[in-house]
């Protein structure tokens, strides 16, 4: 079994993606583990990208956003600064997440290529705006810590974050054949 990917790409010298934030919206630092591992779960309990579902069936949410986080830190494929790792909050609750990294080995000169790890929205959050935040978020951290490019991908059929990467000027690539996860 296998299912389809839409990667994208943005150039390392590319324009920042700040947004405002809309009232009542404020950003804090991953830095409570337990905040973090909570948002990510609850996101994850409802994706709709078909190696999340599996996964979360497989395993369950909670257990599946610590083996990411875990993954993400620990500096084999990716390295990040935890400071990069941004909570979005509405009304002061935690509603989405994001984890841009980069990739070990594959820097340019002094430039890294970067990419976001993982991105999401609480259920009762989305459709408002908060992935489009998250994705500005995460390209002004890559830009800013210095990248010559970010890779992303998303699954073919998530049409909203297909719009977020095509509105911050993403280049689309051909669709890719990824197999599903064990």
């Known amino acids: 079994m296998a299912y389809w990917r839409v990667p994208f790409e943005l150039s390392g010298d590319a324009a920042q993606c700040s947004f405002e934030d809309p009232p009542g919206v ?54 990040c600064e935890r400071q990069w790792w941004s909570i979005v909050a509405v009304e002061g609750a935690p509603a989405g997440f994001v984890l841009p990294v980069v990739f070990t080995g594959c820097a340019r000169g002094a430039l890294d290529e970067g990419t ?27 830009l800013v810590h210095g990248v010559w490019r970010i890779l992303c991908d998303t699954a073919a059929d998530n049409a909203p974050m297909i719009g977020l990467f095509e509105e911050c000027g993403w280049t689309r690539r051909s669709p890719i054949e990824v197999p599903a996860p064990l």
């Open 26 to 79: 404020s950003w804090k630092a991953a830095d409570d583990s337990e905040e973090l591992l909570e948002v990510v779960a609850r996101a994850l309990e409802v994706s709709s990208d078909p190696r999340d579902v599996a996964t979360v069936q497989a395993t369950g949410a909670r257990a599946v956003a610590m083996g990411m986080l875990e993954d993400a830190q620990a500096g084999l494929v990716y390295r």
């Open 116 to 142: 976001i790890y993982h991105i999401g929205v609480v259920p009762e959050q989305r459709s408002r705006g908060l992935g489009r935040l998250l994705l500005g978020r995460a390209i002004d951290t890559l």
